[in-house]
């Protein structure tokens, strides 16, 4: 007996017909589309991460921005009070002179 399928199967060209190169095939496609860590998730992850690598050196400049500024205020606080604010120690009288254009 002989398969009725032989002439359809010597269509076939021969690597195809390795059956382990059809699991190794198999297997290849289903990691790259199927699987829970595929490609595109992997690609999209990655972006994902790329991103927020980007935002963390951002805050972290708006951090040490916020620290200059506040070391600022430590060694100033008394002028920018005074200037900005209009503040006084008490029993002391504030002038404000403004000059015209």
């Known amino acids: 007996m002989s398969n009725p399928l032989q002439p ?3 269509l076939i060209p021969k690597p195809f017909r390795n059956r382990y190169l059809l699991v190794l095939l198999f297997f290849g496609i289903w990691m790259l589309v199927f699987d829970k860590h ?4 992997q690609w999209r992850l ?6 927020l690598e980007q935002e963390k050196t951002f805050y972290t400049e ?3 921005e916020a620290e200059r500024a506040r070391l600022n205020l430590d060694r100033k606080g008394e002028e920018i009070a005074r200037e900005r604010y209009f503040m006084s120690k008490p029993g002391e009288d504030v002038y404000i002179i403004e000059e015209k254009e």
């Open 38 to 41: 595929d490609l595109i998730t």
């Open 46 to 51: 990655q972006r994902t991460l790329n991103k």
């Open 8 to 10: 359809l199967l010597e």
């Open 62 to 64: 708006e951090i040490k």
